[in-house]
């Protein structure tokens, strides 16, 4: 059983910072590429940030400049480091995971999503 638990999440005033924390935990036997995708009311579900295994990282333009990805390898966490949020920055977050577990193939996993507000 694997479980990616996210937490951080939460209401914030545009400008201000918050940041996220996804720990995957379970029988795993190797662990890709990590990342955090959001959901806004209305809207699809869109790539915010990926870092593989290396440390190499991507992000959507819209959030270039203002959030960091990292993780932790030893620890299996990746976190999300969110600057001067915006409105639109509004969503719930998930946290997604590459990852084996023994006797199955690799897949995605995702965590359960932690809800991000940005309003004054």
């Known amino acids: 059983q694997v479980q990616l638990v996210e937490s951080g999440g939460g209401l914030v005033q545009p400008g201000g910072s918050l940041r996220l924390s996804c720990a995957v935990s379970g029988s795993i036997f190797n662990i890709y590429d990590m990342g955090w995708y959001r959901q806004a009311p209305g809207k699809q579900r869109e790539l915010v940030a990926t870092i593989t295994k290396d440390g190499s990282t991507n992000s959507a333009d819209s959030v270039k400049g203002r959030f960091t990805i990292s993780r932790d390898n030893a620890k299996n966490t990746v976190d999300l480091q969110m600057n001067s949020l915006k409105p639109e920055d509004t969503a719930v977050y998930y946290c997604?995971?590459?990852?084996?577990?023994?006797?199955?193939?690799?897949?995605?996993?995702w965590g359960q999503g932690t809800q991000v507000t940005v309003s004054s």
């Open positions: 997604n995971a590459a990852l084996k577990i023994p006797g199955l193939y690799p897949r995605d996993y």
